[in-house]
């Protein structure tokens, strides 16, 4: 099993490009999820979503869209980039089950740069 | 809403012992998890609080008290591996998906 993993790794865009960051998981799981880190603000919820098909907006949706159209996978889109969206971005997945270790497994994360 | 507060560094030696502290606010407590990460990489689970008392997991203990709004986690006979970010979540049972809100994360440096 890959676990989640994530393209691209790195990438670098100028202030008004757009583009797509991929999240791909083989654990079967329902529940999906896109954070973006930043130095001192900690892990913030951008989108989720519950099963496929679905998605809600987390604590920071603002400039983001995504869309889950197989249960697999997960995308994050920026139509027009901004460089207050330069920051580390990372996928996780869980079973969805509503109670005891319904652990999240994070990917290994997009480094964006936006100038 | 949620407000979770961890010491931003720490410092520990080789062989010793550290208590990383978390504190937190929620309005659907549903669980506390710690999470390490090592620099450039993403999270990995490590351990899971949901009633009062101490979970033990080899060098590893977490503790919470529900009633104060408090966690912590023990690490024990430090190794140099340990230097990493360590990251408290809370799991709130009031959002669509049991959604896990973080603190901004401690940063141990294990020092020989």
């Known amino acids: 099993n890959a676990g989640v993993t994530q393209t691209p790794k790195f990438r670098v865009l100028k202030t008004g490009q757009s583009m797509t960051l991929l999240c791909a998981q083989d654990m079967n799981h329902e529940y999906m999820y896109w954070y973006r880190q930043d130095p001192g603000m900690g892990l913030r919820l951008i989108h989720y979503s519950v099963g496929e098909g679905t998605t809600a907006k987390g604590e920071v949706p603002d400039g983001y869209n995504v869309s889950r159209l197989k249960k697999q996978n997960f995308l994050l889109g920026l139509e027009s980039a901004a460089p207050s969206q330069t920051s580390v971005y990372f996928c996780?997945?869980?079973?969805?089950?509503?109670?005891?270790?319904?652990?999240?497994?994070f990917g290994p994360g997009t480094r964006l740069t936006v100038l | 809403g949620q407000n979770i507060d961890q010491p931003t560094e720490m410092t520990a030696t080789e062989g010793a012992i550290v208590q990383i502290n978390c504190t937190y606010q929620?309005?659907?407590?549903?669980?506390l998890f710690w999470y390490q990460q090592h620099a450039g990489e993403a999270p990995t689970f490590l351990s899971y609080?949901?009633?009062?008392g101490l979970e033990e997991k080899g060098r590893f203990s977490s503790f919470l008290s529900r009633s104060k709004g408090y966690s912590y986690l023990l690490l024990k006979e430090l190794q140099m591996k340990d230097s990493a970010s360590y990251l408290c979540a809370v799991r709130d049972g009031l959002t669509g998906a049991n959604n896990l809100f973080f603190g901004t994360g401690t940063r141990l440096t294990v020092i020989p």
């Open positions: 996780a997945s869980s079973t969805g089950r509503l109670a005891g270790t319904d652990t999240q497994y």
């Open positions: 929620t309005s659907g407590f549903n669980g």
């Open positions: 609080n949901v009633l009062d």
